[in-house]
């Protein structure tokens, strides 16, 4: 089966901090998505990637950043983080037309 | 306007009777098309794709496509409590600017009742 693993299940940040979200991927992905998903929102698209070093805003890269350095790696970066950030953040993979496998997900609170 | 439509719901249907979800798509070169399973607290789970006109069944689960129409609808039958959860439609429209890039819809949420 194919795991997306996202580093934290649960984050508590200080308004300011800078925060990095992990994600890996152990099927040799080209494709990862960052979302976060708000209640009453759905889904929303931060930031995507094809490729190693590739990236791509998505509707709502406002406030975040990306990196993506190894292909089984992509890591959603906040800035500097604000209480509006306070989300659940979802990674998915995809390596072909078959769909995404999503991460279990990273709830944050900024404070 | 939306290009993934959904009913939100909540949909409510008795234990063992047939719950039926909808799904329209404004894309019309969509391609593939994927139903996803969110339990509240987690994260979605793929549980049925379809890539061409007619139905689709996995266990008690069926999908249903129209590509003219620009539907795409879920059966579940013999609907179970374990059924109770929000149920997200997503389209892939495999053009070369959106390839792998799934359009989700806000999702239909469904209670089963005992």
């Known amino acids: 089966d194919v795991k997306v693993t996202q580093s934290s299940r649960y984050l508590v940040k200080r308004t300011g901090e800078k925060v990095f979200l992990e994600c890996v991927q152990d099927m040799d992905h080209e494709n990862m998505f960052w979302y976060r998903q708000d209640p009453g929102l759905g889904l929303r698209l931060i930031y995507f990637s094809y490729d190693v070093k590739m990236k791509e805003k998505g509707d709502i890269p406002e406030g975040y950043s990306v990196s993506r350095e190894k292909k089984e790696r992509f890591s959603l970066i906040l800035e500097s983080a604000s209480t509006n950030q306070t989300s659940m953040y979802l990674c998915?993979?995809?390596?072909?037309?078959?769909?995404?496998?999503f991460g279990s997900g990273t709830r944050l609170t900024v404070v | 306007q939306k290009e993934v439509e959904q009913n939100s719901g909540p949909l409510s249907v008795p234990e063992g009777a047939i719950a039926s979800l909808n799904c329209t798509y404004s894309?019309?070169?969509?391609?593939?098309f994927f139903w996803y399973r969110q339990y509240s607290g987690k994260s979605p789970e793929l549980i049925m794709s379809?890539?061409?006109?007619g139905d689709k069944e996995d266990g008690r689960f069926t999908a249903q496509l129209n590509k003219a129409s620009q539907y795409v609808s879920l059966l579940i039958r013999d609907s179970q409590p374990s059924d109770s959860a929000t149920y997200l439609c997503?389209?892939?429209?495999?053009?070369?600017?959106?390839?792998?890039?799934?359009?989700f819809g806000a999702g239909t949420q469904v209670v089963v009742t005992p």
């Open positions: 379809i890539y061409s006109n």
């Open positions: 894309d019309r070169v969509s391609q593939s």
């Open positions: 997503a389209v892939n429209s495999m053009t070369t600017d959106s390839w792998g890039k799934l359009q």
């Open positions: 998915a993979s995809t390596g072909d037309i078959y769909g995404y496998t």
